[in-house]
């Protein structure tokens, strides 16, 4: 079936900092999405992407739908200690286009 | 504005007894989900559905039960509860649109924290 996968698994950074991670799979998606959780509460949407080679922004977040449809990437410019989280990219199966499943998240720390 | 609401927020369970987790939206939205979270597994889809009076497994669904009672409600049972079921799960609703922001947010509730002993 379907999966998604992520990476890095986990990322210390220092405040100022760019940050990158991706997740890529095996399948095509038809849209993408990058969420964000933060403890004890539900994830909350922060990009959304629709066509391969895409590119959107949302303040210092910036996420790209891979030319392949098979991978997603997203950059956080000068990150803040308001950035610690839990990052997850979910994906929209390209057969199934209710069925959303989400890759195993990112988390991130941000060192001030 | 409640939102995506759902009920109970904590249970424990006994291994074998059954128990259904309720949620209900108010915004009119067409489509729910379940999903469960595990520490390093992200969220996993259990179950979902595209519009009242349908269901459909997504990729765990194994061990549990959906109804879509109404557009509002989405109820998930646990016939026999194991302690493989042990997790927090997450009830959400799209209102799903075609290539819009607000139509593809996946709205979460808050959680149910489901310990099986």
């Known amino acids: 079936g379907q999966q998604l996968n992520q990476s890095p698994q986990s990322m210390f950074i220092q405040e100022g900092e760019d940050v990158s991670m991706n997740c890529t799979s095996s399948?095509?998606?038809?849209?993408w999405l990058w969420y964000k959780q933060e403890p004890g509460e539900g994830p909350v949407l922060l990009i959304a992407l629709y066509k391969a080679g895409e590119l959107t922004s949302n303040g210092r977040l910036t996420a790209q739908f891979g030319i392949t449809r098979k991978d997603s990437f997203l950059n956080i410019s000068a990150s803040i200690p308001s950035d610690v989280g839990i990052y997850f990219c979910?994906?929209?199966?390209?057969?199934?286009?209710?069925?959303?499943?989400f890759g195993p998240g990112t988390s991130l720390s941000v060192i001030p | 504005n409640a939102g995506v609401t759902q009920t109970p927020k904590f249970q424990v369970l006994k291994t074998g007894q059954s128990m259904t987790l309720q949620c209900a939206q108010d915004?009119?939205?067409?489509?729910m989900y379940w999903y469960r979270q595990d520490p390093g597994m992200g969220l996993r889809l259990i179950y979902y559905s595209a519009s009242e009076g349908t269901t459909d497994k997504g990729e765990v669904p194994n061990g549990y039960n959906v109804s879509r009672l109404n557009k509002r409600e989405f109820s998930l049972r646990l016939e026999s509860a194991a302690p493989s079921q042990t997790s927090v799960y997450f009830c959400a609703s799209r209102l799903h649109l075609i290539e819009s922001f607000s139509g593809n947010t996946i709205y979460f509730g808050e959680g149910s924290w489901l310990t099986v002993v």
């Open positions: 915004m009119n939205h067409n489509s």
């Open positions: 399948s095509i998606f038809n849209t």
């Open positions: 979910a994906g929209q199966v390209k057969t199934s286009y209710d069925k959303v499943i």
